[in-house]
């Protein structure tokens, strides 16, 4: 199947660089995470592209096949974003061809990812810690406290019903 390299430019009220999708055979799905609905934006995307396009509620793919993922919460976005597809494939009239990718961009998003797991492992740690000190280490202290209180208030602490020790 052939595919095209497709570029998103941001709008009038969009932000970002400029977005290069450049499907493969083995990334050939756009996977549509928008709800309900399928997002018209996502379906431009797919007949632009050549790819697959894949409703990701209701279907679920491994990330080596997505070539781009589309999450759109408004249906004003939408409306722009596809008037500013069509005006941008008007002019284009051909998809430009995408930057061949540094092997040092590689490293470095290797070295992000793996940083982000470790610091997403440490986050994940602290969330469970302090879990078990609310769950169980707090009311057992409370409950402690509040034997203790019982025993000193009753003055049962120094009374003889207890033996002394030697």
């Known amino acids: 199947m052939a595919f095209k390299n497709v570029k998103i430019v941001k709008g009038a009220g969009g932000f970002g660089g400029p977005l290069v999708i450049q499907p493969t055979e083995k990334k ?12 018209p934006v996502a379906k431009k995307i797919a007949e632009m592209t050549g790819c697959e396009l ?18 759109i919460h408004s249906t004003d976005e939408v409306v722009t974003a596809e008037d500013e597809m069509k005006a941008a494939e008007a002019a284009a009239g051909e998809a430009p061809k995408a930057e061949p990718q540094a092997e040092n961009q590689n490293f470095i998003m290797k070295l992000g990812t793996n940083i982000g797991h470790v610091v997403n492992t440490f986050f994940a740690a602290g969330r469970q810690s302090v879990d078990a000190v609310i769950r169980n280490i707090l009311p057992f ?10 025993i000193t208030a009753t003055g049962l602490a120094t009374s003889s019903l207890i033996p002394s020790l030697p």
């Open 28 to 39: 050939n799905k756009v996977l549509c995470v928008t709800g309900q609905t399928i997002s």
């Open 141 to 150: 202290m409370a409950f402690t406290a509040t034997i203790l209180g019982i």
């Open 54 to 71: 894949v409703d990701g509620f209701n279907t679920t793919i491994p990330d080596e096949e997505v070539a781009v993922a589309v999450e």
